[in-house]
């Protein structure tokens, strides 16, 4: 069975892990809060809050540091400020990440962000991404369902007018990577801070690659190709 392309009706990145390394940067902020409540945020915990909303990420630290009875709500407050100073500082765009959104742009293929971050941050992570390299901004806010629900995705394409089966959805977390195949969209996963390959069933049906850098325009029209019968 051979393909050929089909049309590519849009690019959906997520931001933390995948467009740039700020996932790093919320290492910071959430081991200092940690330690502001006199604890040590382990690893394991760390890694589980990768993708999730803050709420979720807030009861995993309280819990982790044996203390579920904190106030979610000073604690996502006292983490945010601290992580915006860090975010005003710049972040560090993923290998190959900003030139294959560059290269899309180009194109003129419409774009979106997709991230379980909230607004006031995305704004400032956006003096380091750009603005202009998105034609919608969906926030972690901004829907009444956040990843692993399909609502982000959903909401991204019908802003761009755009059937999720013809948009790539670019994603480095099981969250986001289950959010987009529950949308209908193309998947592809890029690892950064979880190992995604020996996830039972995460991957089925995902495009699953080492770096952004071995992606391009051409690699992406591909992947939303439709079945075309024998290539003679």
């Known amino acids: 069975m051979g393909f050929v392309a089909g049309d590519l009706a849009a690019v959906l990145f997520d931001m933390d892990g995948t467009l740039v390394d700020s996932e790093k940067v919320?290492?910071?902020?959430?081991?200092?809060?940690?330690?502001?409540?006199?604890?040590?945020?382990?690893?394991?915990?760390?890694?589980?809050?990768?993708?999730?909303?803050?709420?979720?990420?807030?009861?995993?630290?309280?819990?982790?540091?044996?203390?579920?009875?904190?106030?979610?709500?000073?604690?996502?407050?006292?983490?945010?400020?601290?992580?915006?100073?860090?975010?005003?500082?710049?972040?560090?765009?993923?290998?190959?990440?900003?030139?294959?959104?560059?290269?899309?742009?180009?194109?003129?293929?419409?774009?979106?962000?997709?991230?379980?971050?909230?607004?006031?941050l995305v704004e400032v992570a956006l003096l380091t991404i750009g603005a202009a390299n998105f034609d919608a901004v969906v926030c972690g806010d901004e829907v009444d369902e956040t990843k692993p629900h399909p609502a982000p995705y959903r909401s991204a394409a019908a802003l761009l007018g755009a059937d999720p089966a013809s948009c790539v959805a670019i994603e480095d977390s099981p969250t986001g990577i289950a959010s987009a195949r529950a949308a209908g969209c193309v998947v592809?996963?890029?690892?950064?801070?979880?190992?995604?390959?020996?996830?039972?069933?995460?991957?089925?049906?995902?495009?699953?690659?080492?770096?952004?850098?071995?992606?391009d325009l051409a690699a992406l029209r591909r992947l939303v190709g439709v079945p075309a019968g024998p290539v003679a």
């Open 26 to 120: 919320w290492d910071v902020g959430l081991a200092e809060l940690a330690a502001r409540y006199g604890g040590v945020l382990s690893a394991a915990a760390r890694a589980s809050m990768i993708g999730t909303s803050m709420a979720e990420s807030m009861a995993i630290l309280h819990a982790d540091i044996g203390q579920p009875w904190r106030d979610p709500t000073e604690s996502v407050t006292w983490l945010e400020a601290r992580v915006r100073e860090l975010f005003s500082d710049g972040l560090v765009w993923r290998p190959g990440a900003r030139e294959l959104l560059a290269e899309v742009r180009a194109a003129g293929v419409p774009t979106a962000l997709v991230t379980a971050t909230r607004r006031h």
């Open 188 to 215: 592809v996963a890029v690892p950064a801070e979880v190992e995604l390959a020996g996830i039972d069933g995460l991957t089925d049906g995902v495009t699953l690659v080492d770096s952004l850098a071995e992606l």
